[in-house]
């Protein structure tokens, strides 16, 4: 009987998430980031379907503490794709054999999350962090996900302080980043 046995939920790991997305590069992970905060519509397209679920959500996720409150498909079946002509912002990921349907779209940003590129139109015009702010955040992510090419030149590497494990570490560090841009 269904009483029996217990269902056990594994939530996905944030760096895991954040992972995929900041495949793309620092700065497009920032661009994305500012896109999405300033309403517009985003397509993501891979050939794996768990990557474009990870990157949409990646996205949401950095924005807390505030909510996407627009249209969300992380994954969108292709007898549907005609919902990307929307006058209204959203954030989409379709399956790469359809990428073509949305190149053809004049206002939609197109991420490529297998060659890790994004296709912004001439028309959309995305504002960004302010300087220094931007530097800054750059800097802090970059020695997040790239802390060995910090110490790579030193002749005595710090002693690694007790702390969290490696994934959930970087989770609450990248977070903590995110959060500072909204303080």
């Keep these: 009987s269904l009483t029996d046995h217990k269902i056990v939920f594994h939530s996905q790991s944030y760096s895991r998430l954040t992972d995929k997305l900041f495949f793309t590069g620092i700065h497009n992970t920032l661009v994305l980031f500012c896109a999405a905060l300033t309403d517009h519509k985003i397509v993501f397209h891979s050939q794996s379907y768990s990557r474009l679920t990870d990157a949409c959500q990646a996205i949401v996720v950095l924005h807390y503490p505030l909510k996407f409150s627009y249209v969300y498909i992380p994954i969108l079946p292709s007898h549907l794709v005609e919902v990307l002509s929307s006058p209204t912002p959203f954030m989409a990921g379709i399956h790469s054999s359809l990428a073509e349907d949305a190149a053809e779209l004049l206002d939609v940003i197109i991420v ?24 800054r955040t750059k800097k802090s992510l970059h020695m997040i996900l790239s802390m060995d090419l910090f110490n790579a030149d030193l002749a005595f590497p710090p002693t690694p302080p007790k702390k969290l494990p490696g994934s959930e570490m970087k989770d609450k560090e990248i977070r903590a980043v995110f959060i500072r841009l909204f303080a």
């Design 112 to 135: 490529d999350l297998d060659g890790g590129s994004i296709k912004i139109p001439e028309c959309v015009n995305i504002p960004m962090i302010p300087e220094p702010i931007l530097s």
